[in-house]
C-alpha cells in the first residue's frame, strides 16, 4: 500500500510578520501581521516596555558562549537556572505581544492552532536587534 503524503499548498502555509520599533528608551512598538492561508491579512500593534537587566544580559551570554564551550559543573545548574528565566522572559513577550488588546488576542487564536505550517519573520534595525531577545 502507498500513501501519499499531502504537500502543503502555499495558501496553507501562513507568515507571521513582527516589525518592532522603538518609541522611547526602553519603549517598544510591535506590528504583528498574520498573512497567508486563504485568510484575511491579520495585523494588530503592541506597545509595551521592556529591558534586561545586566545580570540577565550576562547570563544570556554566558548560556550562549561559554556554556557550550565549557559545561562541566557546576555549570549545568547555573544554565538551568538561566533557561528558567529566559523561559520568564519569553513569557513576558509573549504576554506584552499577543495579549495587549483585543486584535492580538483575536491573531493569536487564528495563528496558535497553525504553528507548524507558519514561518516567522522579525523585522528590526541593526542597532534595535539586540534590544528584545
Request: aromatic share 10%.
Amino acid at each position: 500500500m502507498i500513501h501519499e503524503q499531502k504537500m502543503p499548498k502555499e495558501h496553507d502555509s501562513f507568515t507571521l510578520r513582527l516589525t518592532q520599533f522603538t518609541e522611547d528608551k526602553d519603549k517598544y512598538r510591535i506590528e504583528i501581521a498574520l498573512e497567508g492561508g486563504g485568510l484575511p491579512r491579520q495585523t494588530a500593534t503592541s506597545y509595551f516596555n521592556f529591558k534586561l537587566t545586566d545580570q540577565d544580559q550576562e547570563d544570556i551570554r554566558w548560556y550562549l558562549e561559554d556554556f557550550l564551550q565549557y559545561p562541566h559543573d557546576p555549570a549545568p545548574k547555573i544554565a538551568a537556572r538561566i533557561e528558567k528565566r529566559m523561559a520568564q522572559i519569553g513569557t513576558e513577550l509573549f504576554k506584552a505581544l499577543f495579549q495587549s488588546g483585543d486584535d492580538a488576542r483575536d491573531l493569536w487564536a487564528t495563528l496558535r492552532t497553525r504553528l507548524k505550517d507558519t514561518r516567522i519573520e522579525i523585522i528590526t534595525t541593526v542597532r534595535e536587534a539586540t534590544a528584545i531577545p
